[in-house]
């Protein structure tokens, strides 16, 4: 028995060396035979530097005492001690996988195995593991002698002495090994058949690609032929036999577990085809009844075993038609309706741990360079690599993918790939299912050299790389950069003009005859701007097309062009500030208002090209209003000032827009923006603040126009609705209402007349006919609506509140804001109107039932005729309305006591409410979500249609050009259209809960 500080001290140890149960740890070490262990320090160091040290412990536990003998014993201990690379290989292989470590148990010798990898040969190829298995004459001990090879690769894999790469080759190549080993056997069984025919063994898949997992189906296709003056037929029955015995061998299990399962789906027709076919039986097919997911397959092919000259005949016979398959009619939407239904079948259970088949994983990847490569690689054979990394990589060096991207999938892949390594060598299981239990998570963590928190730093890194993965996806994957102008440089015309149009076609455009006009209209010719043109254009088209309307975006493309096109600094800029053109084709692409706002300023190019960003940085109110003051006070007349406040204001909408687009599309360089909320409150803020400015440009023109420098009247203008909210969206009216005040010794009828001429000359001057977008002043919500006078004195609205006011007035003021005139008056409006809002004790039960009244009836009354309630953003189930009603009746009720409900922000008064835990945080995040998703859904609508409505578009076109802002790839109509059902519905239940008190 130990002494118990001796024993807290052992435990010490083993706690700050990683031991998650250091008191079973202590446990073993208490064995005689472990004493070298317990007292050595550098083996506990190796222990706690592996994955997972009480498993590493455990693994050396049985491992001695596997070994007969206390000599045998000692001399494995003592050899650990002595040599740290066998040390870290083997501790490091018992601390990560506890199917090696059963296989030590049951061939305790194989440990020796590790002992002859010195730098020379750490990276062993299809030869050396031959040898390795050159004494395995049955299934058995192959699969013992596969299992020792398996320990060396894994040993070199987690002590970092080869990469994901080199890793994934030499299992390729191991699996090749073991391939022949298994069809000597076979051979060897059947002498008469290998007599009468040549049989050719071709991988497919990772193993064909040199990139195999640790336990992975082994993919492959059978070629059979008769030797000379054999019979054909017999000849293929005796490959046959030969290629079914060769797959019993590796896929059955037996005392010793199995290899892996040999899977011949991959051959033509499938399992219901023969399992050998002649050359000439593979090409007839490939020629009449392939389907292109076959061709994509095919492009990893590769001759392992048997007879490879027979093997290189096949791939080279067929190769032609791999790198001719992205020129089948819908070649693209065939490999991408391939890629969707894979995802489509996952369990819906399983999909966020999915790390090969879901969204953001390995599949991804591998499709994405996959259609590019098919795609590209007819011309340029620098493509026609089976390895997805070395396809990568000669991507990017040939300019088909963007260097940045390159690298950020390269290092993404690698670690999805390390994950899935480290996931399947614990249990040697084929799975790709990312475990739930923190103990294997840890293990997977600490593995990859995440040791601080290994949990919650891999998941971290798992999630972030996957987004990665995603969204590059969705750009290269749906968008192949496709050399569709190529025929327009001059003496280089490769395409016809049907090819190129076959091409357009594959990267959808409609038109692509109207296409191939704006193409050549800009880049035909021998002048310095159509060469560069013809630099640019090949990306652009990729670009329009990763958008819903592609040919929108060429037609606009070539409008800014005609009229900027001998602005010196135009193509420049293009062609010299990276983000510029990206930024360009997002915009021109992406619906009707922004490129629409650039046709009457197309100057406004030149905010798509600051490089850092600030150039689509929506400018403060202060700094709007100085610049529209500025502008009017040069104009000589009113209606020259408001031309030239609406020159501004087009031009900041348009940067607004154009942020808002760019930042939801995402671009090369930076992803698309996850919190929609910004998105939400960046534009609502910044079109608020230019209708402000607006405003206050339009006032100081009419005073100064009527009365010079000083009106008779002191004069306001408070926003109201959305307008006071900082939330307006591009096409909304501006709610205000007007507030005066005589000056002293002004007759108060004077200073009425002059506050009422003031209103109509601002209404007339923003009202005339104009291309911009409109700015309506509605006064509606002013006392007495539309029956009341337009403009009061703040005397006049004291004493109509006072005696008159309604509660859908006061709740109507929740949302007041000075935004324009005499900041002194509009104060004191405020201080007069907060009361009101706020009123103390809150409301009464009658006042509460009077505004849930008013809310039926506007549902019932004010929906149009045959809208989808569901989808109707402003006044459908769980939209904007249901939202604003829920907080505005929390603020009546409650925000004479929160501070925090004192404010006109939809958001932010629900932050407040949930932070004073007047609702709970789930039901504050549902309203918040479903409030920013059909604000989100608004703004889309009037940026894709140039003209605003409150419902989704019913056109194709325009509806899937809202799921692209939305973050919908193409297919994904549906998806936007119930998911934004899911998240309303949602919403809808929490607002009948708290607003109705259901």
Excluded at 515 to 525: I, M, N, Y
Excluded at 954 to 969: D, N, P, T
């Amino acid at each position: 028995m130990t002494a118990p500080g001796r024993r807290s001290s052992t435990f010490s140890r083993l706690l700050r060396h990683g031991f998650t149960d250091p008191s079973a740890a202590e446990r073993l070490l208490e064995s005689a035979e472990l004493e070298p262990v317990r007292s050595d320090p550098v083996l506990l160091d190796a222990l706690g530097a592996t994955a997972d040290p009480d498993l590493a412990l455990h693994g050396l536990v049985r491992l001695v005492e596997a070994h007969d003998g206390h000599t045998a014993q000692r001399e494995l201990l003592d050899t650990l001690i002595a040599a740290k690379p066998l040390r870290d290989r083997l501790l490091g292989v018992l601390g990560a996988s506890a199917a090696l470590a059963d296989h030590l148990a049951r061939h305790p010798s194989d440990w020796q195995a590790l002992v002859t990898y010195e730098p020379q040969d750490l990276h062993p190829g299809v030869a050396e593991f031959e040898r390795g298995l050159a004494g395995a004459t049955d299934p058995v001990s192959l699969r013992v002698a596969y299992r020792r090879c398996l320990l060396s690769i894994a040993a070199r894999d987690v002590c970092g002495t080869t990469d994901l790469a080199q890793t994934a080759a030499e299992l390729a190549d191991l699996a090749t090994a073991t391939l022949r080993a298994a069809l000597a056997i076979a051979r060897t069984a059947a002498p008469e058949d290998a007599a009468l025919c040549r049989l050719a063994v071709i991988a497919m898949g990772k193993c064909g690609g040199h990139e195999l997992n640790y336990v992975s189906d082994v993919d492959v296709i059978f070629v059979g032929e008769a030797v000379d003056g054999a019979d054909e037929g017999k000849a293929v029955q005796a490959a046959t036999r030969l290629a079914s015995h060769m797959m019993r061998i590796c896929s059955e299990t037996t005392i010793e577990g199995s290899i892996w399962p040999v899977d011949a789906n991959l051959r033509p027709e499938g399992r219901n085809g023969p399992l050998v076919r002649t050359l000439s039986s593979h090409l007839a097919y490939y020629q009449r009844w392939a389907k292109t997911w076959e061709f994509q397959a095919l492009l990893k092919a590769r001759p392992v075993a048997g007879d490879i000259e027979l093997g290189e005949e096949y791939v080279a016979t067929l190769a032609p038609l791999v790198w001719h398959a992205a020129e089948r009619d819908n070649f693209v939407a065939d490999v991408q309706k391939m890629r969707r239904r894979v995802v489509e079948n996952i369990p819906a259970t399983q999909i966020e741990r999915e790390l090969k088949l879901g969204p953001g994983g390995l599949r991804d990847v591998e499709f994405a360079v996959q259609l590019l490569q098919l795609v590209h690689a007819r011309a340029d054979t620098s493509l026609r690599s089976g390895t997805t990394l070395d396809a990568l990589k000669a991507l990017a060096a040939g300019g088909y993918v963007g260097r940045a991207d390159a690298v950020q999938l390269d290092a993404a892949y690698r670690f999805l790939r390390s994950m899935e390594h480290r996931i399947q060598l614990y249990r040697l299981r084929r799975t790709h299912l990312v475990p739930e239990n923190e103990a294997d998570l840890r293990r997977i963590g600490r593995s990859l050299g995440l040791r601080s928190d290994p949990v919650v730093e891999l998941n971290r890194e798992w999630k972030r790389h996957a987004a990665v993965v995603r969204r590059l996806h969705e750009k290269l994957f749906y968008r192949p950069l496709l050399d569709a102008v190529a025929q327009l440089a001059p003496g280089e015309a490769r395409l016809s003009p049907d090819a190129a149009r076959e091409r357009l076609v594959a990267l959808g455009y409609a038109d692509p005859a109207a296409a191939l006009r704006h193409l050549e209209a800009l880049a035909s010719g021998v002048t310095r701007k159509a060469a560069i043109q013809r630099t640019l254009l090949p990306v652009l088209l990729g670009w329009f097309a990763d958008s819903a309307d592609p040919d929108a975006g060429l037609l606009n493309f070539r409008k800014v062009s005609d009229a900027l096109g001998k602005t010196p600094w135009y193509l420049r800029l293009l062609r010299d500030e990276g983000a510029a053109a990206e930024n360009l084709a997002r915009v021109l692409s992406a619906g009707r208002l922004a490129p629409d706002l650039l046709m009457r300023a197309p100057e406004a190019v030149a905010l798509l090209g600051d490089g850092d960003g600030g150039g689509l940085e929506p400018r403060s109110r202060a700094h709007l209003e100085q610049e529209i003051l500025a502008a009017v006070g040069r104009a000589t007349g009113g209606e020259q000032a408001v031309t030239a406040a609406r020159g501004v204001r087009r031009r900041e909408l348009f940067r607004t827009a154009a942020a808002d687009i760019v930042a939801s599309y995402g671009t090369e360089e930076t992803p698309a923006v996850a919190d929609q909320g910004a998105l939400v409150d960046l534009v609502g803020g910044a079109v608020s603040d230019l209708t402000a400015a607006t405003l206050a440009g339009t006032l100081r023109a009419v005073v100064r126009d009527g009365w010079g420098e000083t009106l008779p009247t002191r004069f306001t203008i408070i926003g109201m609705g959305r307008f006071g909210g900082h939330e307006l969206g591009y096409g909304s009216d501006a709610d205000v209402l007007f507030v005066h005040e005589p000056r002293d010794g002004v007759d108060e009828q004077e200073a009425a007349r002059a506050a009422n001429a003031v209103v109509s000359e601002m209404r007339r001057l923003l009202q005339i006919p104009s291309t911009d977008p409109p700015l309506l002043i509605d006064a509606d919500l002013r006392p007495e609506g539309k029956s009341g006078p337009l403009v009061r004195t703040l005397k006049s609205y004291e004493a109509y509140y006072r005696r008159w006011s309604l509660v859908w007035e006061s709740q109507a003021l929740l949302r007041a804001e000075v935004v324009a005139g005499d900041d002194d008056l509009g104060r004191r409006f405020i201080e007069l109107v907060d009361p009101l809002r706020y009123p103390a004790e809150g409301l009464g039960d009658e006042a509460v039932r009077e505004i849930r009244r008013l809310k039926a009836r506007m549902e019932s009354e004010r929906l149009p005729r045959g809208a989808d309630p569901t989808l109707h953003t402003k006044l459908g189930r769980g939209g904007l309305s249901d939202v604003e009603w829920t907080v505005q009746l929390l603020q009546l009720q409650q925000g004479w006591v929160e501070p925090g409900l004192r404010t006109t922000r939809t958001r932010a008064a629900l932050a407040a409410a949930c932070a004073a835990e007047l609702l709970s945080t789930e039901d504050a995040a549902i309203l918040d979500e479903a409030w920013v998703l059909a604000t989100r859904v608004r703004n889309a609508v009037m940026l894709v249609r140039g003209r605003a409505g409150d419902t989704f578009p019913s056109g194709g076109r325009e509806l899937a050009a809202v799921g692209r802002y939305l973050g919908y790839g193409p297919g994904h109509v549906g998806d936007m259209l119930d998911d934004y059902r899911r998240t309303t519905r949602r919403a809808r239940a929490v607002v009948e809960e708290l607003f109705y008190g259901a």
